[in-house]
């Protein structure tokens, strides 16, 4: 079905300078439509994240399954075509990235395929890797699991460390010692990630080793009562086996500017003009942070059309220059400083859908500025944000 402008939709597209023109109504497809859909997600994926989806092992499923679709739609022409009205930030310019079977249809299960997953229903719903024969042995050394009954608990553990896996925030490294496996920390065996949550007192076995019972809770909600050594073993057997490193910013600037470097990044602190109410009422505190590679006024460009700019205009507030960034490592780690005060609101799109912007936060202003003081000095890394206090403060203090 093809939407009809009104006229305050013809009057915002003026605004933009954008003429629009009366089409007589398409009848679709059921393929056309799907592809246009498909299109749609992996648009409203670049417009929050502000890059195209990428491959990736340790990129999120979704998002590997849209980059793979992203790939078929610029390879096959038809696709191109009947997306191209649609592509407003050019997404189909790039080459695609993987080799592409012929297909006649984008459907996600073969998609899905393509990058090694299948969907499977166990006792708690999920998406799982195909694991390797390597891997199921390992499993096999594993001590037998229970479900686990307070995942809910642990949940919101394994989501974060994802997260900060996809922004580069952690790295997942080959696991090398026992001395690793501590209360806290994270690995990946038998194709699972798997957290350390407890660690009862250490004793010598038979063999006169150091050993431990392990509380340890797996990302498919289960868990196990297993023995350090256990865990140990089934690390060093399964070849994918991984230690998940802990979260750290990484070289956010380089060592050495070179002449006639130009900045590389622009941190941006925006306040909303929305008139959702809880954005009215907090107006002085509520602001959305980024980092852009272009100009400010071009990212805020057609701010009322978007919803990550809560569909309404935005005014600049700050705005911080930067030379010889990594910004995709910068905006995760503030948005991580700032992640108690993330802002939870809902934003219907110009299509009636509901989203939920991310890069908004409650935060005052001078906080803001001195993040970016210690960004400068390199100190950021070491806190986080207090809402209570509304100040920083250092990790574990």
């Given at each position: ?105 984008l459907d ?145 600037f380089s ?15 925006l306040r ?126």
């Open positions: 079905m093809v939407k009809e402008f009104t006229d305050e939709d013809d009057a915002l597209l003026a605004e933009l300078g954008v003429e629009v023109e009366t089409k007589k109504a398409v009848m679709r497809t059921p393929r056309e439509e799907r592809i246009i859909a498909g299109f749609e997600e992996i648009k409203r994926f670049a417009e929050e994240h502000e890059r195209e989806p990428q491959h990736s092992e340790e990129r999120d499923i979704f998002e590997r399954l849209y980059a793979v679709r992203l790939d078929r739609i610029r390879e096959l022409q038809e696709c191109r075509e009947l997306v191209e009205p649609l592509d407003e930030t050019g997404l189909l310019t790039g080459a695609a990235k993987v080799p592409l079977a012929d297909a006649e249809e996600d299960d073969a998609l899905l395929a393509e990058l090694g997953i299948e969907v499977e229903a166990p006792p708690i719903t999920e998406l799982k890797h195909v694991r390797s024969t390597a891997e199921k042995k390992a499993a096999e050394e594993i001590a037998s699991r229970d479900r686990c009954e307070d995942f809910e608990t642990f949940k919101p553990l394994f989501e974060q460390v994802q997260k900060e896996l996809s922004s580069s925030l952690r790295e997942t490294r080959r696991f090398e010692l026992k001395a690793e496996i501590e209360p806290g920390r994270f690995f990946i065996v038998g194709g699972q990630k798997a957290y350390v949550a407890e660690m009862g007192e250490k004793f010598s076995n038979e063999k006169g080793h150091t050993d431990a019972r392990l509380r340890v809770i797996f990302d498919n909600g289960t868990e196990s009562n297993m023995l350090m050594r256990s865990l140990q073993r089934a690390l060093n057997k399964d070849e994918a086996g991984r230690r998940i490193t802990e979260p750290t910013a990484g070289p956010l060592d050495q500017t070179i002449d006639g470097d130009e900045a590389s990044g622009t941190i941006y602190v909303s003009k929305a008139d959702h109410p809880l954005v009215a009422d907090n107006r002085e505190l509520v602001h959305k942070i980024g980092v852009t590679n272009m100009s400010v006024e071009k990212r805020i460009a057609g701010a009322q059309l978007q919803p990550t700019f809560l569909m309404a205009n935005v005014e600049i507030v700050a705005t911080y220059e930067l030379y010889n960034i990594n910004r995709t490592k910068l905006e995760n780690l503030i948005h991580r400083v700032f992640e108690p005060a993330r802002l939870e609101i809902e934003i219907m799109d110009r299509f009636g859908r509901p989203v939920v912007p991310r890069e908004w936060f409650l935060v005052p202003l001078f906080v803001i500025k001195e993040a970016v003081e210690r960004i400068k000095d390199g100190t950021i890394s070491g806190y986080r944000y207090d809402p209570q206090g509304a100040k920083l403060t250092k990790r574990g203090a």
